[in-house]
């Protein structure tokens, strides 16, 4: 398709006719009933699945050049839609249509004394722009739940999977007009060029909301040039707190479970914070507990003259994220200081304490200034599913609009109706 | 104070250096019990009402360099402070502290399969940003809002006003304290130099949202460089559609009413939209009402057949906020033209059908992308106190977080918090 060398003029233009249709598909997206959505994602789920043997094609080109670029295992793994994913995506947008619609809601209704009727009543944002990396299977759920929700979308996603998502995003948009969604509801930006991501940044005349899923930096790059409201999180530095009054077979299953389930996710914790009063005894059983679950463990100071072996940790050490099986470790004078420090280093993102003590576990869930705080339970539950959800669109950690998972309602605004017989102002 | 000649590294580091400061007092502020923040605002009040003679004198250095500047007799009037003004602002930190306490609400609260109770809890957003010009009630008004909703404000008014609200900022700032505030908790840039703006709005490590209040060039120069969350409206270009089936002494009224009540504010029109089927009647009529109230009458190329001597509109006016006794006029087919006329050149603030007829107020109500949508009520309601919000930091017409009137709910953000017995993730 459209890859081949363009100008930035040129692309400009063609991004803006894009938003403009993008904008016009909003409006009548706005008014379709929620039967009438739900067709449309039935409609693309069949077709995703009826294409399987395209989009392996144009998978296996991504998987072609990605192996000439030199990518990772991983990133190949991450790349690649076999049947299974194919149809997971498919079983995926089959699961939003069992969803509540989070449109029309009414979120209040009042009269005032002069005797209009102020009614408040969710409707969708408009348009929504996703900016994502590798894996293609965002392409499909994201332009799902935007769907649902009575927003069109304007994709954008990484260079790697550029032949996937332009065949997956056609599939989605044929079989979605054809069961009657407003052609250009679903769009894809065709051209890799990161000029294409700048211009598209800067269309707050078409686009309300741009949603970034990647890495650190392509959500920095989003937020410095963006003029365009912005949901993201730029990481998850999660902490575990073990109170000296802690039942400590429970904060050892919820520490390796928040660090060993699954390293590479945000949810996962990157530090464990451990009381003074119980250090002696508790730190040098939790870094051999660690290390029997293959965890490098870094600590302080106080911690290396613990335990024999211990990495020093840096300054750096304390707001890494490393995804990876590392953990970095420090004593704490009590659950203030805890709170102290996970506040200046943490990613305000989920963090836990463990203890018995009510007023401790109080003093942190109101402290601690992230987006979800726990008490006895793993970080890892941090996720719409988990959540009740049923599904999410991404996890912020900003504090306007959505905090934390953000599912279907949190992908629409509101407006106010405002009804009268001939009310005038005094 | 401080309006020496200082380096933009030497102000950057003082800004960093407030910011830390405001952070760290919104993390004390968040604890706060509702009496105690208001006794800091009736503590503020008397503070201002016994300060009246300094903030006199501080004013008069102000308006004479304002009438040195030139300043119009408008913007005199905005920036002059005299006792009624004085106890004006005082009695608004008293009435603010009858209002509803919006933070520690429990907004959800449920408990999932595996035992988890997850509750949703309002907090404070944080620290929040006010950028605005000229009118000094601004610092008090905005500053006991937020604080009233727990949040830490850095304040940025007008250089017209930089002395009257460097009186007024300490006002606040040491009576709070005497009260029990966390210092920092209201602070005042005191240099009037724009690139301490500049500066503000990239600290997006201590500052959470910035709301800037004033003309549509002072908001698109922070949109443009902010990494903050900005909440804001540009202008209030806003319509009344009169439908063919309107009663028409109902019409009269709500144009009136929202074109000269008060011409002057984003809530008030600045077009009227007229059903063909009544426009050989009705349009020539209501450019004569108009006229006899001192309003200047434009139009499209129908109207300036209709009625001699309307001036011709541009392009440009129909999409202009006048703040003036002028209006434009047009002729449009039916309420579809209507709606899609207002949505591409309105500003999505407030507009209005006049209809007797129900299914086009329906259209109309869904159709408009308006943060406040009329059917029979003048657009001059759009406004905190008539929604019975009590107060109001500024109109939003943006979608995310807060839209249309922002009251103290809209102050605050929310978080979750996960009680458990030691569960992790399987």
């Not at 420090?341 to 989920?350: D, P």
């Amino acid at each position: 398709m459209s890859q081949g060398k363009i100008s930035v003029e040129e692309m400009n233009a063609r991004l803006l006719e894009m938003g403009e249709k993008a904008k016009y598909a909003s409006y009548r997206l706005a008014g379709m009933s929620p039967a009438r959505k739900n067709a449309c994602l039935m409609a693309m789920a069949d077709a995703i699945e009826a294409a399987a043997a395209e989009i392996r094609d144009a998978n296996a080109l991504d998987l072609d050049a990605g192996r000439k670029k030199g990518l990772s295992a991983a990133m190949l793994d991450r790349l690649t839609l076999d049947d299974r994913r194919i149809k997971g995506m498919a079983d995926g947008l089959r699961y939003v249509t069992t969803l509540d619609d989070p449109v029309g809601k009414t979120l209040s209704d009042i009269i005032r004394p002069n005797g209009i009727r102020i009614r408040k009543v969710s409707v969708p944002i408009g348009v929504i722009g996703i900016i994502y990396e590798s894996r293609p299977n965002v392409t499909v759920d994201a332009a799902g739940l935007c769907l649902k929700a009575g927003n069109a979308v304007i994709l954008r996603g990484g260079s790697e999977a550029i032949n996937s998502n332009l065949v997956l995003a056609q599939c989605l948009n044929c079989a979605g007009v054809e069961a009657g969604m407003p052609d250009g509801a679903v769009q894809l930006v065709p051209w890799t060029d990161r000029k294409a991501v700048s211009l598209l940044l800067k269309m707050s005349a078409y686009i309300d909301l741009i949603i970034p899923r990647g890495g650190e930096g392509l959500i920095r790059t989003v937020v410095e040039q963006s003029t365009i409201p912005v949901i993201k999180h730029y990481k998850g530095v999660c902490h575990v707190f073990v109170d000296n009054e802690a039942d400590r077979d429970m904060a050892d299953r919820i520490i390796i479970n928040a660090k060993c389930q699954r390293p590479g996710v945000c949810n996962a914790i990157e530090k464990v914070l451990v009381h003074q009063d119980i250090a002696d005894e508790y730190v040098p059983h939790l870094v051999q507990l660690l290390r029997d679950n293959g965890v490098e463990v870094r600590g302080g100071p106080d911690v290396c003259r613990l335990v024999d072996d211990i990495k020093p940790a840096t300054e750096e050490d304390w707001s890494a994220e490393y995804l990876d099986l590392i953990l970095t470790l420090k004593i704490v004078g009590d659950v203030n200081m805890a709170i102290g420090h996970i506040n200046k280093y943490g990613s305000h993102h989920s963090d836990c304490i463990v203890t018995n003590n009510a007023a401790a576990a109080e003093t942190f869930l109101n402290g601690v200034d992230s987006a979800t705080v726990y008490h006895n339970a793993s970080t890892r539950f941090t996720d719409g599913g988990e959540f009740g959800m049923g599904a999410e669109i991404g996890i912020s950690t900003d504090k306007l609009h959505a905090r934390g998972p953000m599912g279907l309602p949190e992908l629409t605004s509101y407006k106010y109706l405002v009804c009268g017989e001939g009310q005038v102002r005094s």
